[in-house]
Structures are given as C-alpha cells and as structure tokens.
C-alpha cells in the first residue's frame, strides 16, 4: 500500500470519531417550546402577583365561612339559652301570682276588711289559680324539652311533693273561709282563728321558699347548659295594696 493510500485511511478514520454535526447539543441541554413558555410564564411578576391574589380571595373564603358557622352556632345557641330562660321566668311569675294573691287574700281576713273588698281579693286570688293551672303543663313540658328528661323529673317531684301540696292546702282553707265569712251570721275571729288553724302563713312561706329554690336551680341550669351567663332571679318578693 502506497504512502498516499495509507494518508487518506487514517483520515477516514479520524473523521469517523468525531460527531457528525458537531455544533449539535446534547439531548438533556433540549428543552422543548411548552417548556420554555412555562419557564417564562413563572418568571414573570405579573405570576406572583396574581398567585398571592388567588391564595388570599382563598384564604379569606375560608376564614368568612368559619366565623359565619361560629356565629351560627353561637346564635342558636343563644336563643335556645333565651328560650330556656323563658320557660323559666313563665313558671315563676305564674307561682309568685298565686302566692302574692293569696297573701293579700289573707291580709283581708285579717284586717276584718269590708265584704266588696273580700269579693274584690277573692276575685283576683281565683284568676291567678287559674292562670296557674292553665299554663302550668306547658311549662313544665316547656321545661323538660329545654332541660331533659332527668332534670324534668327533678322538677317534677320538687313541684308535686312541695309546691303543689301547699298550693292546694292554702286554696282549701282560704275557700272554706271565704265562704264561712260571705254567711250573714259570720264571726270574723272564728274565720281568723280557722285561718290560724290552717297555717296558712306557714304555707305561703313555704311556698315562697319553693317558688325561689325552682328559679334558681332552673337558672344555673342554663347557664351550665348553654354556657351563658344567667340573670339572677329576683331575691324578694313585694306585695302591695295588703
């Protein structure tokens, strides 16, 4: 082999080493034109921008929507404590009615007042009794619905075994004298006396002690119960006009 043929040999194989197109990259430095508008798209300042925009209309969504169910909550819960303090001041009013017109009832008897004046107290003391018995099955539903069942009963035994025990022995007594003074013949010491006999002032203590214990247990009861603070029910009762 000639000189020259062993030239162009060796040529042909030191161009067959090197690349073929050697100004070509190499395939991890290609990057594709969706790739490049992305990159672009992210690097952009008008990009954050409305990203923070975006994150904080979310943000915001959320936190409105948590303090509209807390309020939601908080409100239900609200009325139902109003619903129970109610119920509650609707049982007392009926019972210091009852007790408030049998007191000044008694005050009459005592005093030896005039017959219209009796008529006049007897007239009002049977209105609260009746008011009395007409609500009182509603509040005492009214009650257990508020308060459950145990708490129901609770209330249920204290007003049977107390309140209305003494509630019935004061109308008997005042009824009897009622119509023991109303005769012509009446002695109105004898009516005194048969009061005195009765206890009837005992009774009305009893019943005021009762009437209290019921408010202020109903009202702690709440405030426990709906996390509330209660109104403090009233400690006195004034009677006027006796």
């Not at 007191?103 to 007239?123: C, H, I, Q, V, W």
Request: aromatic share 8%.
């Amino acid at each position: 082999m000639s000189d020259q043929q062993n030239r162009l040999v060796g040529g042909s194989s030191a161009n067959s080493d090197s690349p073929t197109h050697p100004n070509e990259a190499s395939p991890a430095a290609k990057s594709t034109p969706n790739q490049s508008l992305l990159n672009r798209i992210l690097a952009h300042q008008l990009t954050s921008i409305l990203f923070g925009f975006l994150l904080s209309g979310l943000v915001g969504w959320w936190l409105s929507t948590s303090y509209a169910e807390r309020q939601r909550a908080a409100d239900q819960k609200r009325q139902e404590y109003e619903k129970s303090v109610v119920a509650v001041q609707e049982l007392s009013r009926d019972a210091f009615r009852r007790y408030s017109r049998a007191n000044m009832l008694l005050s009459t008897f005592n005093r030896g007042a005039s017959l219209d004046e009796l008529r006049l107290r007897k007239r009002d003391y049977d209105e609260s009794v009746v008011e009395w018995m007409t609500n009182f099955r509603g509040n005492l539903l009214l009650t257990r619905e508020m308060f459950g069942e145990v708490s129901y009963l609770r209330l249920q035994k204290t007003i049977g075994d107390r309140l209305l025990h003494d509630f019935n022995d004061i109308d008997e007594c005042l009824t009897h004298a009622y119509d023991t003074r109303m005769e012509p013949s009446a002695d109105e010491k004898a009516v005194v006396a048969d009061l005195a006999r009765c206890e009837v002032s005992t009774k009305l203590d009893s019943v005021n002690d009762t009437t209290y214990e019921i408010s202020d247990d109903l009202f702690a009861l709440a405030s426990q119960r709906f996390n509330a603070r209660a109104s403090p029910s009233p400690r006195n009762v004034t009677t006027v006009g006796l």
